[in-house]
């Protein structure tokens, strides 16, 4: 008796499960309506994703508006380009002008979730001396993260359980959350990007 | 959760068989096995799960039917970060894709955001290379058919033909698996397309090229050989998400629920 109430309610829910696209869709539709003038068309803010940062509070790309970001993909377990990634980050940092330093921040995007739990971005930050607010750590879910390195064209595979192979790339977004530069390569002069990061930031 | 899974299946399954596995409408299963992929890691056999494929690719009557009940998707009404200009580039409007499209013919000019939608909205997902690249070495009676000549010369034979994308679909071999088309109409979207580590800039095509790819000593083509898959990774390579190409297209595919 117990199974066949449960297969009752089962034949209740499905109908629900499958029409839950549909319902996702026409909140997204009516929510755009109200944002459509605030989210350009170009904007990273469309996207839906919800990120843990390394204080593990949840977040949404969007919330980030306002500020000029720059952004990079990495693993805290790499040894290979991310430490030359995370210094190049750190370069750029130091020589944007204390008058505009407040307008910008720096957001690394795990390619591993599954390894870098807010626990273990927290404790990359404190070692590497970038525990402060300027600094976001985020790592998403396997889906949200393939997606968001589709939007910055930055492409990687997991190589062995430890280690990835991937494209370095830093992007720069606008206050609106648009694409206005990339810069591609290891230890490559950045001084086209700090120039960017100069000229966009408030 | 689980058990909640496995007794959709067995309740679908009931319905429409009585036994054996439960295979959605449309679709075939393809069952697990191992492969050695062109871009294999450091050439090791990957294990593929078993799952459930689309016959055919999505087509122009179907995507035209999708994009009505999800209007953000038509044609004037999509985001520029999710397709480029060219997506649904040779629709008219908004509600037809002319005269010119055939309605069974794989819907092309797709960006990877409406190809992954599109499935998502089905219950469905996009299938990985993994998954697409396994099922597509089929040929009629093999699963593996890669080793064989007449495989290949099928597919380059292909390469060769113009304008292929607006041919009927199911107008190729049906293979192995109950699968059509997968070779011979149109190239596939597949999920995780931006896996693959090759530049497609020529100036940039050094071959490992360290500066660029973190790792990229252990990312190298294990069968050269093998020049009809090569052509593929190279193209998958090369491509952006928000790309709409005119010989691209996409099927969907769905997880296996009750693996023993």
């Known amino acids: 008796m117990k199974y066949i109430i449960r297969h009752i309610l089962f034949i209740l829910v499905i109908p629900a499960l499958f029409t839950s696209c ?104 404190i070692e590497n001396d970038m525990d402060d607010e300027k600094w976001i750590f985020l790592r998403g879910t396997e889906e949200d993260t393939r997606e968001f390195a589709a939007v910055l ?41 700090v120039e960017k990061i100069v000229e966009t930031a408030r | 959760m689980n058990l909640f899974q496995k007794t959709i299946v067995i309740l679908i399954c009931g319905f429409l068989s009585g036994n054996g596995v439960a295979q959605p409408q449309n679709m075939v299963t393809v069952m697990e096995g191992v492969y050695i992929p062109l871009y294999g890691v450091d050439s090791m056999a990957v294990k593929v799960a078993s799952f459930h494929m689309d016959v055919y690719p999505v087509t122009n009557s179907e995507y035209l039917a999708f994009v009505q009940k999800f209007p953000t998707w038509k044609k004037s009404q999509v985001k520029r970060l999710f397709a480029n200009k060219s997506y649904l580039t040779g629709w008219p409007n908004d509600d037809s894709f002319g005269d010119q499209l055939q309605p069974n013919a794989p819907v092309t000019n797709i960006s990877w955001f409406a190809a992954k939608k599109y499935c998502e909205c089905q219950g469905k997902r996009l299938p990985t290379i993994d998954e697409w690249e396994y099922a597509a070495m089929a040929d009629e009676s093999t699963a593996d058919a890669r080793k064989k000549k007449s495989y290949n010369q099928f597919i380059l034979g292909w390469y060769e033909r113009r304008n292929t994308y607006n041919e009927a679909i199911g107008s190729t071999f049906k293979n192995y698996w109950g699968i059509y088309d997968l070779h011979g109409l149109v190239w596939e979207w ?46 998958r390579g090369s491509i952006k998400a928000n790309y709409s190409i005119k010989n691209l297209g996409f099927r969907c595919v769905k997880d296996v629920e009750d693996q023993p």
């Open chain 1, 153 to 193: 064209a930055v492409n990687y595979k997991k190589i062995s359980p430890m280690d990835f192979s991937h494209s370095n790339i830093i992007s720069v977004f606008n206050q609106k959350g648009e694409l206005v530069h990339q810069k591609e390569g290891l230890g490559v002069n950045n001084k086209e990007t």
């Open chain 2, 190 to 235: 597949t999920s995780d397309f931006n896996s693959v580590l090759i530049s497609g800039e020529s100036r940039k095509d050094v071959d490992k090229d360290s500066n660029l790819f973190c790792g990229s000593a252990a990312v190298g083509a294990s069968d050269l050989m093998n020049y009809a898959a090569f052509m593929r990774y190279a193209f």
């Open chain 1, 22 to 125: 549909k319902d996702k869709n026409s909140e997204v539709i009516a929510e755009a309506s109200v944002t459509d003038t605030a989210i350009s068309e170009l904007s990273i803010y469309n996207l839906p994703s919800v990120w843990t940062t390394q204080n593990n509070e949840a977040i949404e790309l969007k919330e980030l508006n306002g500020d000029v970001l720059v952004m990079v993909m990495i693993y805290t377990s790499c040894t290979a380009a991310c430490p030359r990634l995370i210094a190049d980050m750190r370069a750029i940092e130091a020589q944007v002008p204390d008058s505009k330093k407040g307008n910008v921040k720096y957001v690394f995007i795990s390619i591993d979730p599954a390894t870098d739990t807010p626990q273990r971005l927290k404790a990359f930050a």
